[in-house]
Structure formats: structure tokens, C-alpha cells
């Protein structure tokens, strides 16, 4: 729990905004990779906040590697639905 506290926290601090939840998370060889959800815009209403995925790579000792946003999206609305 720690690595994800530090990657939130390092991922602030490089970007200016706060990680809202993670939503991914694995152990690889080099360290961690992790998929976190920012809040890049705020809107009124609520669900129509701008969203975004950032995908965070970690060394071993839980310090940030790596970063880049992959996706923004409205708070409100779903994944697509995959065949």
C-alpha cells in the first residue's frame, strides 16, 4: 500500500493534480506499473468532469519511472462496450 501512496503522491507533484483512485495495478520485472485516474478539469455538473488515465511505471523501490496519459474521458460516462 505504501508504493501506491508514493506513486499518488509523485504523480502530484510532477503533474499539479490529484490521482483520484487506482485503478490497476501489478508487479512487473523492473518494478510496478500502475493505471491511475486523475481529475484533469472540473465541470458542473459533476459528471461532466474531465477525466483522465495515466499509466505510472515504478522502480523496485516504489520511485517514479515513467508516466503518460492513455486516455480522458467525462466522469459520467462508461467504458464502450467490447465484443
Known amino acids: 500500500m505504501e508504493v501506491l501512496r508514493q506513486a499518488r503522491g509523485q504523480l502530484a507533484e510532477l503533474t ?7 485503478s490497476s495495478f501489478e508487479q512487473t520485472e ?4 500502475l493505471e ?3 481529475l484533469e478539469l472540473e465541470r458542473v455538473p459533476d ?11 515504478l ?3 516504489g520511485q ?4 503518460r496519459r ?9 467504458d464502450a462496450r467490447r465484443s
Open 16 to 22: 499539479g493534480m490529484e490521482a483520484e483512485s487506482v
Open 30 to 33: 523492473e518494478g510496478w506499473a
Open 36 to 38: 491511475v485516474e486523475v
Open 47 to 57: 459528471t461532466m468532469s474531465l477525466m483522465a488515465s495515466y499509466q505510472v511505471e
Open 59 to 61: 522502480d523496485a523501490n
Open 64 to 67: 517514479l519511472t515513467g508516466y
Open 70 to 78: 492513455v486516455r480522458r474521458y467525462e466522469r459520467g460516462r462508461a
